[in-house]
């Protein structure tokens, strides 16, 4: 199973009202572990950027210049998802500034099961804990000592490495060598050395059955 764990970085929190895209990273995984396969790319979101959120993610109005617009990226990055599943943590968020950004260029919007939410997971597996990507860093033991500032590559390539754990870690399908690499032994019979023993008999002594009449003859009305 093939999807792709994806993180975008914005100018804010609405696209209804103005903010948009300014980074996307994913990172594709197969049966939950990362192939090496990756998307990155900033874009230049032809507006000013808020200082809120050049504080979060560090890009800068003057650095995003220089970069394509989204609809000149948009092919390559439909292309790369194609029609695999997108996780993101807290979906909704990088779902509704995906969509818009594509809707406002005449494309078809990806529909809502297309999404996995890692938030939404988290919160299922651990009620009423704190479900931030970095708590989960921590509560998994996945180094984010480079994550200084939001980075959506960075995020989406952490975000993978969570999502494995909470799908069940490392023993998820009992094995990490992917299917086709799988080898099975089988073992052969184990042959062990046993001392040979002469067989014990098994017909009655004439003692035995003399003893056994005498206690035929107390038993009243007996069958034998």
């Not at 651990?126 to 939001?150: E, M, Q, W």
């Not at 009992?174 to 089988?186: F, H, P, Y």
Request: some cysteine; aromatic content about 10%; charged content about 25%.
């Amino acid at each position: 199973m093939r999807e792709i764990v994806f993180d975008t970085e914005t100018t804010g929190f609405d696209p209804f009202n103005g903010d948009r895209v300014v980074e996307i990273g994913c990172v594709v995984v197969e049966d939950y572990l990362p192939t090496g396969e990756v998307y990155h790319v900033y874009i230049n979101p032809e507006r000013d950027m808020p200082t809120a959120a050049e504080n979060i993610h560090g890009l800068s109005e003057v650095f995003l210049k220089d970069h394509p617009t989204f609809s000149e990226i948009v092919g390559e990055f439909r292309d790369f998802c194609g029609d695999m599943k997108l996780v993101a943590h807290n979906a909704e968020f990088d779902m509704k500034f995906i969509n818009w950004e594509m809707e406002n260029l005449g494309f078809a919007p990806y529909p809502t099961n297309r999404s996995v939410d890692t938030l939404a997971i988290a919160r299922r597996k651990f009620p009423g804990a704190n479900n931030t990507l970095d708590a989960l860093c921590k509560r998994f033991s996945i180094d984010n000592s480079n994550r200084v500032k939001h980075g959506a590559l960075l995020d989406a390539e952490l975000l993978a490495d969570v999502y494995l754990e909470l799908m069940g870690g490392r023993q998820t399908g009992l094995s990490l060598v992917s299917a086709s690499d799988e080898k099975t032994v089988i073992a052969g019979p184990t042959i062990s050395e046993r001392p040979f023993r002469e067989p014990r008999p098994h017909c009655a002594s004439e003692e035995e059955l003399n003893r056994h009449g005498e206690f035929i003859k107390n038993i009243d009305k007996s069958l034998w």
